[in-house]
């Protein structure tokens, strides 16, 4: 079964920080775009940050740039999602994602494979 496992959640106070991992299987990862999505709750799915395959490159939705940082370790199977400076906005559940695909990194429907979520919950 082809399932992201997010892990690292939890709650934060604004400013702090927090590390969400994932790992895969299913596929193989050394060959998939990794990105990182997120839902705040009664708002849409937004595209967070993605790393393409090789981890030269990475992408970033505006408000999260100089503050996050995904990272990948094709060995271990396994991305990362740094989050430093937390805000109370960045409340939501976040979805570690996968793609086949070298493109289209900010559509949310280039993403095949999605985990099941964490929650990250900053409080001001």
């Known amino acids: 079964q082809v399932q992201p496992v997010e892990s690292g959640g939890g709650l934060v106070q604004a400013g702090g920080s927090l590390r969400l991992s994932c790992a895969a299987s299913?596929?193989?990862?050394?060959?998939?775009?990794m990105g990182w999505c997120r839902q705040a709750p009664g708002k849409e799915r937004e595209f967070v940050a993605a790393?393409?395959?090789?981890?030269?490159?990475?992408y970033y939705t505006d408000s999260v740039k100089s503050r996050f940082t995904i990272s990948r370790d094709n060995a271990e199977n396994t991305v990362y999602l740094q989050m430093n400076n937390l805000k109370p906005e960045d409340t939501a559940v976040y979805y570690c994602?996968?793609?086949?695909?070298?493109?289209?990194?900010?559509?949310?429907?280039?993403?095949?494979?999605w985990g099941l979520g964490t929650q990250v919950a900053v409080s001001s």
């Open positions: 299913g596929f193989t990862f050394s060959t998939h775009t």
């Open positions: 994602v996968a793609s086949p695909y070298r493109s289209g990194y900010y559509s949310l429907g280039t993403y095949r494979y």
């Open positions: 790393i393409d395959w090789s981890g030269g490159s990475a």
